[in-house]
């Protein structure tokens, strides 16, 4: 069952990475670049969905900047490139992946399987290199036109880097999804007795004209953070966007999965919408009702393409 009812225009020019493909890390579509000098292993990665173009668009922008780590070292990481190169403007959201989405096989038990489809081949092409980074920023967007939102997974480290970044002004502290864990949750990024580090940016609706800019801008603060890169890298950019606003912070309290075929909102949700009155009913699975687990229950990004074992939409709680 897929639900997709809402057109939204294509405002973004997808940039050409042709030339970011033969890169010196032996992986095509990865660059690091090693200043030489002690420091954290930075990565800013995009297109892990291939019809979200902006983390393109900022790896674009930093290439042609000639972006150098003062420390450590950067990489920059186009990841499911073939469904990138796959997007259609007659169908646009199909594109999203290729076999399987690539955003939920980041746990061993998938990796280390014999199973083969194309997102499973460039996630074990990549591993090697996701494994060494210490500081993650993963770029991606939304199915609807939502403020931006920095997912900082359950440890305090997420959220205190989250904040240490100070934008977007939404921090949403989650575990994930039933169907498969997240590039952010690999590994050391989401274990409480290890110092790496990842965040997930959402910069608004994939192909509105102002996700660019945003996934630019969050790029530069993030690599500033990281003091990867020198304290007023990319400053004549930030001076013409608009200023980060204190932050507030939204805690998961539960993903709701597509249990049947049968699954339907209650009404259109877009996200953001907070939910007065515990108990609320908001969507239909079958026979079961789906009820706000308290009162003033935040939406967060509601699917609009709806698969049995997918995530409908994730219920979270304001706690700042």
Not at 99 to 111: G, P
Not at 146 to 152: G, H, I, K, T, V
Not at 200 to 229: K, M, Y
Not at 235 to 255: M, N, S, Y
């Amino acid at each position: 069952m897929i639900i997709d009812s809402i057109a939204y225009p294509i405002e973004i020019e997808f940039p050409d990475i042709i030339p970011y493909k033969v890169c010196n890390t032996g992986v095509d579509w990865i660059t690091t670049l090693d200043s030489g000098v002690a420091g954290p292993h930075v990565m800013i990665s995009a297109l892990v969905h291939g019809n979200e173009p902006c983390g393109a668009v900022a790896l674009d922008w930093l290439f042609k900047q000639e972006v150098r780590p003062v420390r450590g070292k950067l990489s920059l990481a186009f990841m499911n490139v073939a469904a990138y190169n796959a997007f259609d403007r007659e169908n646009p959201t199909a594109s999203r992946y290729l076999d399987q989405d690539f955003n939920r096989v980041w746990q061993s038990e998938s990796l280390d399987d014999p199973e083969v489809t194309r997102e499973l081949e460039r996630a074990r092409e990549v591993r090697p290199i996701v494994e060494t980074v210490d500081l993650l920023l993963d770029i991606h967007s939304m199915q609807h036109k939502n403020p931006p939102l920095m997912l900082a997974g359950i440890q305090p480290k997420g959220r205190a880097l989250a904040r240490q970044v100070a934008d977007p002004e939404w921090v949403v502290c989650d575990a994930g999804h039933a169907e498969g864990q997240r590039l952010r949750d690999y590994g050391g990024f989401s274990a409480s007795n290890s110092k790496k580090t990842a965040l997930l940016l959402e910069t608004g609706q994939h192909w509105e004209a102002a996700s660019a800019p945003r996934a630019i801008a969050n790029a530069i603060r993030f690599l500033r953070t990281t003091e990867c890169v020198s304290v007023d890298f990319g400053e004549d950019f930030l001076v013409k966007q608009p200023q980060p606003v204190p932050q507030r912070t939204i805690e998961i309290i539960a993903p709701v999965t597509v249990q049947s075929e049968q699954f339907r909102f209650a009404e259109e949700f877009h996200g953001m919408e907070i939910i007065e009155r515990k108990g609320t009913v908001i969507a239909m699975d079958g026979d079961t009702a789906v009820k706000t687990p308290h009162d003033n229950c935040v939406l967060i990004m509601p699917n609009r393409r709806l698969q049995l074992g997918k995530t409908a939409v994730r219920l979270g709680k304001l706690v700042d």
